[in-house]
Nanobody, 126 residues
């Protein structure tokens, strides 16, 4: 079992930056692939980014590629999402998720992740 707690959300203007953090407790953090997802009102939860157990392999959705950066610090049991050049369409509740690592495979479907945080709201005004 692993518990996940996100932080760092807020209300910002378009073009601004935010860094989300997700602190994990429980089983050994470095054995998990980590993902970030988001869900806007009335929409399905969508994949944002994922990072493998070592941090050496990452993947991004086309919507955020080039603007967002995922990273992890296994010594601190934390995964981050640096979000730059934010747009109003990035407004959503952002969730971090964890799944047991399978080599360097980066899962992109919500159903592939076993553990979820409570989410943190990101609102980008125009």
């Amino acid at each position: 079992q692993v518990q996940l707690v996100e932080s760092g959300g807020g209300l910002v203007q378009a073009g601004s930056s935010l860094r989300l953090s997700c602190a994990a407790s429980g089983r050994t953090f470095s054995t998990y692939t980590m993902g970030w997802f988001r869900q806007a009102p009335g929409k399905e939860r969508e994949f944002v980014s994922a990072i493998n157990w070592s941090g050496g392999n990452t993947y991004y959705s086309e919507a955020v590629k080039g603007r967002f950066t995922i990273s992890r610090d296994n010594a601190k049991n934390t995964v981050y999402l640096q979000m730059n050049s934010l747009k109003p369409e990035d407004t959503a509740v952002y969730y971090c998720a964890a799944r047991a690592a399978v080599l360097d495979y980066l899962a992109r479907a919500p159903t592939q992740y076993a553990y979820w945080g409570q989410g943190t709201q990101v609102t980008v005004s125009s």
